[in-house]
């Protein structure tokens, strides 16, 4: 009888620290499980909108922030958990030693972005967008800038909530080896853990964030990480026309979700022969929903095996050339995945071209509505 009663403590202890996941549900699970659906807001990631010669440190403009105070009450509003803040801190440092922040201006609009959107009961992603300008000032992402640069920020937002705010450490790591991406996040990840030793961490891997890449990393020696990656298939879709996805992008238009054999997606010339034509040969294939699932699971899996949670931290279709019912379906496909395999996310974007708006308006489309809701039913 009293062996009995000791199991049943015993056994009731276990559940309490395990959880029902098999595995002790630390503050990255925890917190993990509170992101649920979330929302990108771009803005103070559009560097290219700055002066070169300034190294865009005059890229986002104080008087034009304000109006961005509204959206995050409406990403709020519209059922949103999270938003994720692509803040290109690296335009408001210095280029050289002792990297000094130089445009306090800039600085208060990113405090002020992450005050608001907590005010709105948001968790908070704050994110290292393009701290390299991808490459057009060849100081920027040298590495010891880089962690120079987390310092400053981690010295500057640690005292927010870490229940509620989370450090993204560097979106879409590219043109860096594995191995010298993965050099550069555990420098980054030791001195960020000096200034702020309880907040979590979200760490993505190279080749921008890419499943696969995840799936084939290791996890970090730290265990209060969340692990991030972006799901942009199939990228014939979700990227048609997009100039800045590379030239044999820019030409696809009015593309079906899934593939239609009525729709047959035209190979233009500006693709012939490259990347682009080789995806368009599959893209059968890869707008498959089960396709699709499986590669979200693998993902899944990844965390399952690793004992860690993740984090889907983009994903999303470019509006300019693709039809709202065709988007509707790629959203819902993701969607319906992600509520099935109990993944967070964050989709690309609140009020860019990757918008969920009926057009012309900042009201989310009734169909786009539906596919978001499509997580809930499991
Ligand atoms: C980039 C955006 C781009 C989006 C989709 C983001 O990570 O920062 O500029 O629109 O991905 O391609």
New binding site residues.
Partial sequence: MRFDLFRVVVLSMMCFVFGTSGFAQGDAERRAAKLGLGMNL?YL?NFWKGTKEKHFSDFAKPEEAAKRQKMLADIAKAGFKTVRI?ICFSAWMELKRPYEWDNPDALKMADSFIKWALDDGLNVVIDL??PEFDRSVPEADNPERIVNLWVRIAERYKNTDPERVFFELR??PHNITAEAWRWQAEQIIKNVREIAPKHTLIVGFHEWNGRKEMIESKPFDDPNIIYTF?Y?APFVFT?QG?G??GDSMKDLRDIAFPYSADRKIKVPQSAKGTWTENQINDYKRDSDPKYMYAELKAAKDWSLKNKVPIFLG?F?S?SQYASMEDRCRHADTVYSALGKLDIPSAW??WD???NMFDKGTDQISPCMRKAIDSYFAK
Avoid: V
């Fill in positions: 771009s990631d692509p967008h393009h979106n879409e972006h942009y990227h997009a800045w996805a983009e999303g470019f690309w974007e860019g071209g990757f």
